[in-house]
């Protein structure tokens, strides 16, 4: 008896399986780039930043100036940060909640720091509040101080970091939908009731990662930072900031020692990013079983 072998089932190779030694090629690849683009040089910052010993590195992190930049990159970053945290969730609440005309020309606008450079960034504000602009003038005689000094940093570096929060935020937002706030303010919650316990959980992970990125951010600014800053020193200058002019000065020692700690940043966001990643991953598996 015959049989028509072409309604026999065929064995269907998958689009993304690919042959060993395709694999292995890709993966190797990778790492060699990752290798020579991110590894080697981040090595290379904390060997120079050792090779006279602990002790010169330690001292170089003591020098005054260098102590200044530190505490002035935690002040701007302890500013800026819970500044954006609140309009990011304005913004995104806004936007992933409510229909509005203008609505796409808001989102349009909180991704234009991504696009501009932020030198370019920096420089508005030079070209806004200089001594030779009107406002400037009325901030001189009225004894205000932003341009090179604090609260001028503040301000460049909330300009390049506020969409962080608010893009993490918004699709998260949107996916989510307004289910559960029509439903609590069905049942008698009023609109703090309902954001603190049922958005804001709702929220948390993106909200997290948002902030964290926005941090690392904030205090690894150099462009933005570096315009509006004035290099005053002891003054004027943040950790990054701080390392070109050591660099400059051929002080490699206290250079490096300040880069590791932005290094070290680096590498703490990344560890905290991969946790949030694998905690939020955790608790959406566990709400699909049940």
Same mark, same amino acid.
């Given at each position: ?19 060993? @030694? %395709?694999?292995?090629? !890709? =993966? +190797? *690849? ?11 040089? /981040? ?69 234009l720091p991504f696009s501009v450079s932020p030198v370019i960034s920096g420089l508005v504000f030079v070209l806004l ?18 341009? @090179? %000094?604090?609260?001028? !940093? =503040? +301000? *460049? ?11 993490? /935020? ?121």
């Amino acid at each position: 008896m015959a049989f028509d072998t072409s309604l026999q089932p065929t064995k269907v190779r998958s689009a993304v399986t690919e042959h060993r @030694f %395709a694999r292995w090629t !890709l =993966i +190797l *690849a990778s790492l060699i780039f990752l290798t020579l683009i991110l590894l080697l040089p /981040l090595a290379a910052v904390f060997v120079e930043a050792f090779r006279k010993g602990a002790g010169p590195f330690l001292e170089a992190l003591q020098d005054e100036e260098t102590f200044s930049a530190i505490r002035l990159t935690l002040i701007v970053a302890g500013v800026s940060v819970p500044l954006n945290l609140t309009f990011g969730i304005v913004a995104a609440w806004a936007i992933a909640k409510f229909e509005f005309k203008g609505k796409a020309f808001l989102t349009t606008l909180i991704d234009l720091p991504f696009s501009v450079s932020p030198v370019i960034s920096g420089l508005v504000f030079v070209l806004l509040l200089g001594a030779n602009t009107h406002l400037g003038q009325w901030l001189s005689a009225h004894d205000i101080k932003i341009l @090179f %000094a604090v609260p001028g !940093l =503040i +301000l *460049a570096t909330m300009f390049v970091t506020f969409p962080f929060v608010a893009r993490e /935020l918004i699709p998260l937002m949107q996916e989510q939908g307004t289910g559960d706030e029509e439903a609590a303010i069905s049942l008698g919650a009023s609109g703090w009731q309902t954001f603190w316990h049922v958005t804001l959980p709702n929220i948390k992970w993106g909200l997290l990662y948002g902030v964290l990125l926005c941090n690392a951010r904030a205090m690894g600014e150099f462009g933005a930072v570096s315009v509006v800053s004035g290099h005053i020193r002891g003054q004027t200058n943040t950790m990054p900031l701080q390392v070109e002019i050591l660099y400059n000065e051929y002080n490699f020692t206290g250079a490096f020692a300040v880069a590791t700690l932005l290094a070290l940043l680096a590498l703490v966001t990344l560890v905290l990013k991969t946790l949030l990643e694998m905690r939020y991953s955790e608790e959406i598996a566990a709400s699909r079983r049940h």
